[in-house]
């Protein structure tokens, strides 16, 4: 038992004595500098790399953007123009990479030569006698570990070049790499993007008069006559709104589908061709609820993500109005009624369509066209006013409220009291509202009073008035006096 306690006490000194020592530095692993690094002679090159212990030079550059730590260099001078896949594999996080060209303290990044997210793969093409350096790169300091670094070569696509151009027919779905993918020198452009250069290309020939969808999960898509390369349509690659091509084809007319992004961005792609689904237009009008006091915006829609680019717009009062990208149709109905939109419109890929709306013109205007009081009175006199109201639209319950300005505390108008009837609606008929008031000793202090009344449709809520500015009317009693010490009388 003593013997057991002593080679545990030695044990736990010589781990706490190892715990402070100095630590021990690793050795450089293979290739860790610029200017040792590991000579790549011929492809298909793969090789098990062990990056522990690797260091970071003060002229390393940033791969990808990123600082990392520790790096492992490999150089490769291409024989011939080329393509190379070049891919590291580990049991860890990482190490990503980078590919340049140039001499040390000048490095130039290789387009899409880069890999800092799994899959750690990129391709990138190579040209003849140009020596590239591939940085492998670990995250974290002292992560390294075994790492399997592959470059092969990659055979272009086979319908990288125009004359190339593989057939499709509707209702294909086709799928291809970018990255094996080159500019050809005179091929047309995108012009929804110039700078997508990698490109391959499809040929299409419709039997039958058809629009034809292109759907693109990634890639510049353009669509061109072959007879003349005119291009009919452009897609970019996730920068907008259209998630598709369309154009209108003619039975044995071929169009050459190019799809196509640049270099840093290219990657796997996939389109498939299908028939464009036809145009369902319709019309809204806004607000929902308008007057014949409202301009109402009328807004058509092709049911499609394209818009109209021309067209007409009927108001169904018998107006109409063009369709002009980028302007408001604008309309103001002359009577209370339900209209029927319609609009009759053409998308730039040449589809039109005919489809319809509707709008609810009614107008609810109530107005106080007359008010008076008393021009004097005294304190404790109870004397009688009357607000006239006009309707000339529909049926209302209308509320008439009479308030004295400034008579509630903070200089709020006080309510003195409301009366609600149903007018019926009258081109030149007239409806009076009956209110008593009695003049108090305050009123005498000041010596003048200020009312207010307002007239509400409180069926409809507030803001259903289409002229609120006419509900209200002020009049003023400009003398009050003193009560001539009798009971109030009521006149």
Not at 29 to 34: E, K, Q, R, V
Not at 85 to 96: C, I, K, N, Y
Not at 149 to 168: E, F, H, Q
Not at 357 to 365: A, N, R, S
């Amino acid at each position: 038992m003593r013997l057991s306690k002593r080679i545990l006490a030695s044990a736990f000194a010589a781990a706490v004595l190892a715990a402070f020592a100095p630590a021990v530095a690793l050795a450089a692993p293979a290739g860790d500098d610029f200017d040792t690094a590991i000579d790549v002679t011929a492809l298909p090159f793969q090789s098990a790399i062990d990056t522990t212990g690797a260091t970071k030079a003060t002229d390393d550059p940033n791969a990808c953007n990123h600082w990392g730590e520790g790096s492992v260099w490999l150089r490769y001078t291409a024989p011939a123009d080329g393509i190379v896949r070049l891919r590291t594999q580990s049991t860890r996080f990482g190490p990503f990479f980078g590919v340049f060209t140039g001499e040390r303290g000048a490095l130039t990044p290789v387009q899409g030569a880069c890999a800092s997210s799994t899959p750690y793969d990129d391709t990138f093409r190579v040209q003849a006698g140009v020596t590239y350096h591939v940085m492998v790169v670990e995250y974290y300091q002292g992560s390294g570990g075994p790492v399997s670094v592959s470059l092969l070569p990659i055979d272009p696509a086979p319908n990288d070049a125009l004359a190339a151009a593989a057939p499709v027919e509707l209702s294909d779905r086709v799928e291809g790499d970018l990255r094996r993918a080159s500019a050809e020198p005179g091929e047309p452009a995108a012009s929804c993007d110039t700078g997508a250069t990698q490109s391959v290309w499809y040929r299409y020939t419709p039997s039958q008069a058809k629009f034809v969808r292109l759907l693109s999960g990634r890639g510049v898509v353009s669509v061109h006559r072959a007879s003349d390369l005119s291009e009919l349509d452009c897609k970019p690659t996730g920068r907008d709104i259209y998630p598709d091509a369309v154009f209108a084809a003619t039975p044995g007319e071929s169009y050459l589908i190019r799809v196509a992004d640049s270099p840093e961005d290219a990657g796997t792609f996939f389109v498939e061709v299908g028939e464009a689904a036809p145009l369902k237009p319709y019309v809204s009008a806004h607000p929902n609820n308008p007057t014949v006091f409202t301009d109402v915006t009328l807004q058509p829609y092709t049911g499609d993500p394209r818009p109209f680019v021309s067209g007409t717009v009927h108001f169904g009062d018998g107006g109409s109005a063009p369709i002009v990208p980028g302007e408001q149709i604008r309309h103001r109905y002359a009577a209370d009624g339900e209209y029927t939109l319609s609009v009759t419109g053409s998308t730039k890929d040449g589809r039109t369509g005919t489809g319809s709306g509707t709008v609810k013109v009614e107008t609810h205007d109530v107005a106080v066209t007359a008010f008076t009081v008393p021009a004097s009175a005294r304190a404790g006199q109870t004397r009688s006013f009357t607000a006239t109201v006009a309707n000339t639209r529909h049926d209302e319950n209308v509320r008439v409220t009479l308030y004295k300005v400034g008579g509630a505390p903070g200089g709020y108008d006080l309510e003195i009291g409301h009366t609600t009837q149903w007018v019926a609606a009258s081109a030149s008929g007239r409806t009076g509202f009956p209110f008593a008031y009695t003049y108090s000793a305050e009123d005498a202090a000041k010596g003048t009073v200020e009312f207010r009344v307002e007239a509400t449709m409180p069926d409809r809520g507030w803001g259903s008035d289409a002229k609120p500015d006419d509900n209200q009317a002020r009049a003023t009693t400009t003398s009050v006096r003193k009560a001539a010490g009798t009971n109030a009388v009521a006149d």
